[in-house]
Nanobody, 118 residues
Framework: QVQLVESGGGLVQAGGSLRLSCAATGNIRSINYMAWHRQAPGKQRELVATIATGGSTNYADSVKGRFTISRDNAKNTVYLQMNSLKPDDTAVYYC????????????WGQGTQVTVSS
């Protein structure tokens, strides 16, 4: 059974930094894209950043220049380095990935809370 386990959320002051991690565990044959999404209270879930197997990345305009997504393929782990955090970045952050076991499907983590105080 595949699981995505996130860690690294917490409370930080505006201007501070946090690093989120998400490890995929289970009988994994391969992982295609990995990504981070977030959902603020009363808002729809939005895509924050994606990273392909080869390392190409895409970011939401709201986080460009402040957030960096990376992955360690040997550890089946994706990271999100968040710098210059703003109160608007407050949300539950979810990782997701397209993973092949016997078939290929999308998996989601349970979410980790990030709170940025002003």
């Amino acid at each position: 059974q595949v699981q995505l386990v996130e860690s690294g959320g917490g409370l930080v002051q505006a201007g501070g930094s946090l690093r989120l991690s998400c490890a995929a565990t289970g009988n994994i044959r391969s992982i295609n894209y990995m990504a981070w999404h977030r959902q603020a209270p009363g808002k729809q879930r939005e895509l924050v950043a994606t990273i392909a197997t080869g390392g190409s990345t895409n970011y939401a305009d709201s986080v460009k220049g402040r957030f960096t997504i990376s992955r360690d393929n040997a550890k089946n782990t994706v990271y999100l380095q968040m710098n210059s955090l703003k109160p608007d970045d407050t949300a539950v952050y979810y990782c997701n990935a397209e993973i092949r076991v016997f078939v290929t499907r999308t998996y989601w983590g349970q979410g980790t809370q990030v709170t940025v105080s002003s």
